[in-house]
């Protein structure tokens, strides 16, 4: 699956229909920077929209994930509904692993801030403490920041 393959041939499909990506974004309900983002290849269409985008297109799901259209009907070992579902399966698992990130993260900016005080004393040791301390700051907001991020990702999918 290559994005950049799969965002071109989007584009392209699109503009066979004579469509704008304000009209394509109309009629699946989203905003027209997620097809522009799509078309660029920075990311790819969320699972709860692939069948409509493909009927929009009128293109299978197999061939917008190929990037192409299949020149001749190709035996394929899994049908639609069931590439979306290993597409929202694959979308779980990242939102799981940058919940993991973020729980790390969190984690360890509380080890840092614990061992901050423990430095101290010196001009050198209390500068030492001071960046451990922003840095423990830093970490644990870049977690909770992932950690939030990836709540509400998960709470847009259970619709």
Known sequence: MNQIATGMFIARKRREL?????QL????????????????????????????????????VSELLDGEENERKNLRMYDNDQMIEMLARIQRLENQRVTIIAIALIVMGLGLLALSPLFGGSDL???????????????????????????????GHLD
């Not at 004579?18 to 304000?22: D, K, R, S």
């Open 125 to 155: 040791t209390d500068f030492i403490s001071g960046v451990l301390f922003g840095i423990g700051i830093g970490t644990t907001l870049i977690g909770v920041f992932l950690a939030a991020r990836s709540v509400f990702a998960y709470l």
């Open 25 to 60: 974004a109309k009629r699946l309900g989203i905003s027209s920077k997620s097809v522009s983002k799509w078309e660029r290849g920075k990311c790819m269409p969320d699972y709860a929209v692939v069948n409509e985008l493909c009927d929009a297109l009128g293109i299978s």
């Open 18 to 22: 004579n469509l704008t990506q304000a």
